[in-house]
T-cell receptor, first 115, second 111 residues
Framework: ETGVTQTPRHLVMGMTNKKSLKCEQH?????MYWYKQSAKKPLELMFV???????ENNSVPSRFSPECPNSSHLFLHLHTLQPEDSALYLC??????????????FGPGTRLLVL | SQELEQSPQSLIVQEGKNLTINCTSS?????LYWYKQKYGEGLIFLMM?????EEKSHEKITAKLDEKKQQSSLHITASQPSHAGIYLCGADNPGNTPLVFGKGTRLSVIA
């Protein structure tokens, strides 16, 4: 399997549920990202991991909890979400090392609906 | 912080027609990425431009970078239904970690 994969592709959850999104990259990259895409808004960067260390957390509510156990896997743990958290969640990976980063490659996304 | 404005927001063209999408940056462009997204799916990398005046082509899609105007344009020649989707531009510059994206241009191609 190649590229960036995400599971599940679709998820419906209640506000009291706990669920996790999974992302796996098969490109040998050293950085991984979580983005949120809502209707009529630009892609919103949520978290960045470089070499398994979290380097950015763009004021994301604590009900979203990322985990990066190794450079190939990235999780987004969800708990007590709100309906406004319904969106497409995209994972991406890239190779970083110079002043400009390399191309980011994206997974297919997880469409999340919070009821 | 850097912002990218894409125009138009949406576009409907007849199959076979040419079209252009623009991406204008509020700051100097050092690296500009173009992605295509099918509705509700992930982003597919199209091409990256780094130098002023650079132009790249992939099949019937051509992108240019105008450093002076802080703008990039994406041109599709003889559009086909397979070109339909959302086109997003992303900008990179020293200090950006990682990319800043525009809101996207939604393209529909009708037969």
């Amino acid at each position: 399997e190649t590229g960036v994969t995400q599971t599940p592709r679709h998820l419906v959850m209640g506000m009291t549920n706990k669920k996790s999104l999974k992302c796996e990259q098969h490109l040998g990259h050293n950085a991984m990202y979580w983005y949120k895409q809502s209707a009529k808004k630009p892609l919103e960067l949520m978290f960045v991991y470089n070499f398994k260390e979290q380097t950015e957390n763009n004021s994301v509510p604590s009900r979203f909890s990322p985990e990066c156990p190794n450079s190939s896997h990235l999780f987004l743990h969800l708990h007590t979400l709100q309906p406004e958290d319904s969106a497409l969640y995209l994972c991406a990976s890239s190779q970083v090392g110079g002043s400009l980063q390399e191309t980011q490659y994206f997974g297919p996304g997880t469409r999340l609906l919070v009821l | 912080s850097q912002e990218l404005e894409q125009s138009p927001q949406s576009l409907i063209v007849q199959e076979g027609k040419n079209l252009t999408i623009n991406c204008t940056s509020s700051k100097t462009l050092y690296g500009l990425y173009w992605y295509k997204q099918k509705y509700g799916e992930g982003l597919i990398f199209l091409m990256m431009l780094q130098k002023g005046g650079e132009e790249k082509s992939h099949e019937k899609i051509t992108a240019k970078l105008d450093e002076k105007k802080q703008q990039s344009s994406l041109h599709i020649t003889a559009s086909q239904p397979s070109h339909a989707g959302i086109y997003l531009c992303g900008a990179d510059n020293p200090g950006n970690t990682p990319l800043v994206f525009g809101k996207g241009t939604r393209l529909s191609v009708i037969a």
